[in-house]
């Protein structure tokens, strides 16, 4: 009987055993099956998170970020305690116990599954797990995965520390409102760091990996409120927080930024702009877009926020006053339905919603608003983000500036009314009008963005740094940025560098060119260029060509010296990469970028060194290594510790000659000329010497002026983005000259400035500047003109240069200037003497590409 027993059990425990065996070899080969080929759990070592990369103004502040994943890298060392115990009891309690996985949370959970037929299925992962899940598989929810999950989380716990464990989840896990990690999610949704952070606060944000829209701290402000208390509970539990903090804790209400509680974030960042955006274009190129977006870069950037701000201004101002002198009212476009009129609330919600720019602050802010209705005279509006009970209208006298345009594109009628330009449910732009002395309110003005757009660039001559870049009336409007991106033609900006090949070929200021017609045969048929006041002004110093913009003294000049030559300057100076050899394009007809065409002018500025724009000083990776520096030059002395007070470490320039200091000088001085008397002095008035030059194409599609002092450069130009006429007496002078004289004005008691550097190496000598004629030392008068001449080359006086250009007989003649009469200046010996005839000017204007 004892041996029938023992047989039994015997029998029994053989197969328990070899059961055992089975399920144990069965689940050996399922994981043997499974970890072969798996990815490696070694590279979690060496993973660079994508982080964000920021951008710095010079002072330090943070004027902008991008991210595709929004992303703080916060080692774990730095993460406070409290918050890697909110996770820890939202997500693993047992994690500094186990080895991996959680063999009773995978047992609950298939009991609870069990128990529930598969309609409560609830997660058993460990942070491990969940490591291996988001950085080396997939999400899908597979019994495949899971197995896998636990053999890399076996794996990993072998070669990684906890907190290395914990430093990974906490820096990728997904926390919702596009921010990854909790150093993001902290600012995301609290404004606050880490280390700022309260016990709710920080098991709100352990409530959220789960499913972060489910817990939306608006939408679903109850269920977050639930899973937060529960969080706080565990935190108790595990003896993270007293009985008494937890009471404390769970009474406090919800708050957050999406709810209004805390201000957000980006409120402490100005609106995204021109200049950041180029930056982004720029180093998305340089360093690759996938790298700059996820590379965690620190950026320092040259802008001087000031000087954008006015810089931005001035632009705006000269764009919205030729759009109010056309009188056209084109408005926003937009307009709500009556749906989404019936109350406040619903037009204020609807209001926020419509895509129209809200960055401009000219004289104020621009506001949205709507037309809520329209009576005999006056429209009532509902101003976005006023929400006082006042009544807001528009009057009769801020609209009989306009007409509006028809559907049709015709002009209607020019307004009386509020009602002949607005209708009920228009969504429009308004700024307030207040009293210059107090700034007391007197009204809402309408404004719209100008249809006319331009671009604006200031640097700094000796460096390249660029301290403000406008690219168009708004970013928010268009982001297309029209200083680096717009081609246009410069007009006759592009003359300096004609009149710089001629003065290093020989000719000097006084050089003396005809000014008469020219006829050239074309593919196309006879080319007849002309002036822009359509007058011919015969024999003319190159000093008088230049401050007068002459276009037919210029293709005569570019004729003497050769299109390759030209040619060969402009692309020197980095106007264009390929210039055509035409004679067309010695008056500025082939395209290029208000941004080239500025550096360019840096090199006359500074004496004819090389100079690099940049926007960017140093960029530095995530760990702070610097990756690019812009200054490369030398500091021989910077290392030595007993450099004396009185001065500074030597600074050796490494800069490449483009142009004979001399040539540079002698060029500076005759666009000093054109902004004392040529085509911009009547736009141009500031208290330091300042040289430039107007240009005007065609039909004036485009106008310009560029302008340096002998610290900074700064140019500008405005036209509509489809080329087309802007109208008779618009010019580079006085529509683009008032933005220069706005900016500069400002910009010079910040940077200042002073006279120019006269190079070694030539001598002064008195001169006609109508006739080029030599006079003595001691002449003066306002036609005298102190001309810089290079030692060794005396100048020869009195011969004429034509171009080789015959004269048409069916041409008009050079007007006869001896009818003008001649000119006083008083001689060595003080007495007075009139010298050569003066030319009739006729009309001053900026010249350009006839």
């Known amino acids: 009987m004892l041996r029938a027993i023992l047989s039994f059990f015997g029998t029994i425990f053989t197969f328990v055993t070899m059961g055992a065996a089975v399920v144990a070899l069965s689940i050996g080969a399922v994981f043997w099956m499974y970890g072969r080929e798996l990815p490696s759990h070694e590279s979690l070592a060496q993973y660079k998170p994508p982080t964000i990369s920021r951008i710095y103004s010079g002072e330090g502040n943070i004027i902008d970020e991008f991210a595709k994943e929004r992303r703080l890298f916060v080692p774990s060392d730095q993460i406070p305690d409290l918050?890697?115990?909110?996770?820890?009891?939202?997500?693993?309690?047992?994690?500094?116990?186990?080895h991996g996985y959680d063999a009773r949370g995978i047992a609950a959970a298939a009991v609870e599954a069990v128990r529930s037929r598969g309609s409560n299925v609830r997660g058993a992962s460990t942070i491990t797990q969940q490591v291996m899940k988001n950085f080396l598989l997939s999400g899908d929810r597979r019994a495949e995965r899971k197995i896998k999950e636990i053999i890399l989380a076996t794996r990993v716990e072998e070669s990684l520390s906890k907190d290395q464990i914990l430093e990974l989840y906490m820096n990728?896990?997904?926390?919702?409102?596009?921010?990854?990690?909790?150093?993001?999610?902290?600012?995301?949704?609290?404004?606050?760091?880490?280390?700022?952070?309260?016990?709710?606060?920080?098991?709100?944000?352990?409530?959220?990996?789960?499913?972060?829209?489910?817990?939306?701290?608006?939408?679903?402000?109850?269920?977050?409120?639930?899973?937060?208390?529960?969080?706080?509970?565990?935190?108790?539990?595990?003896?993270?927080?007293?009985?008494?903090?937890?009471?404390?804790?769970?009474?406090?209400?919800?708050?957050?930024?999406?709810?209004?509680?805390?201000?957000?974030?980006?409120?402490?960042?100005?609106?995204?702009?021109?200049?950041?955006?180029?930056?982004?274009?720029?180093?998305?190129?340089?360093?690759?877009?996938?790298?700059?977006?996820?590379?965690?870069?620190?950026?320092?950037?040259?802008?001087?926020?000031?000087?954008?701000?006015?810089?931005?201004?001035?632009?705006?101002?000269?764009?919205?006053?030729?759009?109010?002198?056309?009188?056209?009212?084109?408005?926003?476009?937009?307009?709500?339905?009556?749906?989404?009129?019936?109350?406040?609330?619903?037009?204020?919600?609807?209001?926020?919603?419509?895509?129209?720019?809200?960055?401009?602050?000219?004289?104020?802010?621009?506001?949205?608003?709507?037309?809520?209705?329209?009576?005999?005279?006056?429209?009532?509006?509902?101003?976005?983000?006023?929400?006082?009970?006042?009544?807001?209208?528009?009057?009769?006298?801020d609209v009989?500036?306009?007409?509006?345009?028809?559907?049709?594109?015709k002009r209607g009628k020019k307004a009386k009314v509020a009602g002949d330009l607005l209708e009920t449910g228009d969504v429009i732009l308004v700024r307030a009008i207040t009293k210059d002395d107090g700034g007391e309110f007197v009204r809402w003005s309408l404004r719209q963005v100008p249809e006319v757009q331009g671009g604006f660039m200031a640097m700094d001559v000796n460096n390249g740094r660029v301290i403000?870049?406008?690219?168009?009336?708004?970013?928010?409007?268009?982001?297309?940025?029209?200083?680096?991106?717009?081609?246009?033609?410069?007009?006759?900006?592009?003359?300096?560098?004609?009149?710089?090949?001629?003065?290093?070929?020989?000719?000097?200021?006084?050089?003396?060119?005809?000014?008469?017609?020219?006829?050239?045969?074309?593919?196309?048929?006879?080319?007849?260029?002309r002036n822009s006041s359509n007058k011919f002004y015969g024999p003319t110093?190159?000093?008088?060509?230049?401050?007068?913009?002459?276009?037919?003294?210029?293709?005569?000049?570019?004729?003497?010296?050769?299109?390759?030559?030209?040619?060969?300057?402009?692309?020197?100076?980095?106007?264009?990469?390929?210039?055509?050899?035409?004679?067309?394009?010695?008056?500025?007809?082939?395209?290029?970028?208000?941004?080239?065409?500025?550096?360019?002018y840096a090199m006359f500025a500074n004496g004819g060194e090389r100079v690099e724009p940049t926007l960017v000083d140093r960029v530095q990776d995530r760990y702070g290594k610097t990756i690019y520096r812009h200054d490369k030059r030398d500091c021989t002395d910077c290392a030595q510790a007993d450099i004396a007070a009185s001065r500074g470490p030597r600074i050796v320039s490494n800069r490449e000659r483009v142009m004979d200091a001399v040539t540079a000088y002698q060029l500076t001085s005759m666009m000093q000329g054109v902004v004392q008397r040529g085509t911009a002095a009547s736009a141009i008035n500031l208290p330091v010497p300042v040289a430039g030059k107007t240009g005007t194409t065609n039909e004036a599609k485009d106008v310009w002026f560029i302008g340096f002092t002998n610290t900074l450069v700064a140019g500008c130009y405005i036209g509509h983005d489809r080329p087309r006429p802007l109208g008779r007496g618009t010019y580079g002078g006085n529509t683009c000259g008032p933005v220069f004289q706005e900016f500069m004005k400002e910009a010079i008691e910040e940077?200042?400035?002073?006279?120019?550097?006269?190079?070694?190496?030539?001598?002064?000598?008195?001169?006609?500047?109508?006739?080029?004629?030599?006079?003595?030392?001691?002449?003066?008068?306002?036609?005298?003109?102190?001309?810089?001449?290079?030692?060794?080359?005396?100048?020869?006086?009195?011969?004429?240069?034509?171009?080789?250009?015959?004269?048409?007989?069916?041409?008009?003649l050079v007007e006869e200037v001896e009818t003008y009469g001649g000119r006083e200046v008083t001689t060595s010996s003080g007495k007075k003497a009139v010298v050569g005839p003066k030319a009739d000017f006729g009309t001053l204007s900026s010249g350009g590409l006839y």
């Not at 918050?83 to 186990?98: G, T």
């Not at 009989?400 to 594109?409: N, Q, Y």
């Not at 036609?783 to 240069?801: C, L, M, N, S, W």
């Open 468 to 529: 403000a870049m406008q690219g168009g009336f708004s970013y928010q409007d268009s982001v297309f940025n029209r200083a680096t991106q717009a081609k246009r033609q410069p007009g006759s900006s592009f003359k300096p560098f004609v009149y710089a090949s001629a003065l290093d070929s020989g000719y000097s200021p006084a050089t003396i060119v005809i000014d008469a017609p020219i006829e050239i045969n074309t593919p196309q048929g006879v080319w007849r260029p």
């Open 172 to 397: 990728e896990i997904f926390l919702g409102q596009n921010s990854y990690g909790v150093a993001a999610a902290a600012q995301t949704y609290f404004n606050k760091s880490l280390s700022e952070l309260a016990p709710h606060e920080a098991a709100t944000l352990a409530s959220m990996p789960k499913a972060p829209s489910d817990f939306h701290p608006v939408r679903r402000k109850d269920r977050l409120m639930s899973r937060r208390n529960f969080v706080l509970k565990e935190m108790a539990e595990n003896g993270y927080i007293t009985q008494a903090e937890y009471e404390s804790e769970k009474a406090l209400p919800l708050r957050s930024v999406q709810n209004g509680d805390f201000e957000s974030f980006k409120s402490a960042l100005p609106p995204r702009d021109y200049f950041s955006d180029e930056i982004r274009r720029q180093l998305s190129v340089d360093f690759g877009e996938e790298e700059f977006f996820s590379g965690g870069m620190t950026v320092s950037a040259t802008v001087d926020p000031a000087m954008q701000d006015i810089a931005a201004k001035a632009l705006q101002r000269a764009l919205e006053k030729y759009d109010r002198s056309q009188g056209l009212w084109r408005g926003t476009g937009k307009t709500l339905s009556a749906e989404q009129m019936v109350d406040e609330a619903t037009w204020r919600e609807a209001l926020a919603n419509v895509d129209v720019p809200r960055d401009v602050k000219l004289e104020g802010t621009w506001y949205p608003a709507v037309v809520l209705s329209v009576g005999a005279s006056e429209a009532k509006i509902g101003i976005a983000k006023l929400t006082d009970d006042g009544t807001h209208v528009i009057t009769p006298k």
């Open 83 to 98: 918050v890697k115990q909110a996770f820890i009891s939202a997500e693993d309690k047992n994690f500094y116990h186990h």
């Open 400 to 409: 009989t500036w306009a007409r509006k345009v028809l559907p049709d594109g």
């Open 541 to 600: 110093p190159l000093r008088t060509g230049i401050e007068y913009s002459r276009n037919l003294m210029t293709i005569r000049l570019a004729q003497e010296v050769g299109m390759n030559v030209v040619a060969n300057y402009a692309e020197r100076f980095g106007v264009y990469d390929s210039m055509g050899e035409f004679l067309a394009n010695s008056l500025g007809s082939e395209e290029t970028t208000l941004f080239k065409m500025v550096a360019a």
């Open 751 to 812: 940077y200042g400035a002073g006279k120019f550097r006269v190079p070694p190496g030539g001598h002064f000598i008195k001169i006609d500047r109508y006739t080029g004629a030599r006079l003595s030392d001691d002449a003066s008068g306002p036609a005298v003109v102190a001309e810089y001449f290079r030692d060794g080359e005396e100048p020869v006086f009195g011969i004429t240069y034509d171009g080789g250009f015959a004269m048409g007989a069916n041409l008009p």
